[in-house]
Nanobody, 116 residues
């Protein structure tokens, strides 16, 4: 079955950096586009970044452009989200996601808290 396991979250101060990882299994990772979403308390889940199966095309939400970078390692079946210049408004649970056969799969999420 499809499994997505996020890691790397934590508590840090504004301006800091963090790298999230998402280890995937149960599907052909190298053929799947992957995405990162986030959900802040009391808010809807929102798309943060996406990457195509080969890694050649990436897209970002406007609120993270220039600060976050999505990447993947198909040999390790892992997708990453490098987050720099973090702000308090980046505080959220971050999820990786894959869409397979018209169904979205999600990991359990990893908490990122940015606070002074």
């Amino acid at each position: 079955q499809v499994q997505l396991v996020e890691s790397g979250g934590g508590l840090l101060q504004p301006g800091g950096s963090l790298r999230l990882s998402c280890a995937a299994s149960g599907f052909t990772f190298s053929s799947a586009a992957m995405s990162w979403y986030r959900q802040a308390p009391g808010k809807e889940r929102e798309l943060v970044a996406g990457i195509t199966s080969g890694g050649g095309t990436k897209n970002y939400a406007d609120f993270v452009k220039g600060r976050f970078t999505i990447s993947r390692d198909n040999a390790k079946k892992t997708v990453y989200l490098q987050m720099n210049s973090l702000k308090s408004e980046d505080t959220a649970v971050y999820y990786c996601s894959v869409r397979i056969m018209w169904q979205n799969y999600w990991g359990q999420g990893t908490q990122v808290t940015v606070s002074s």
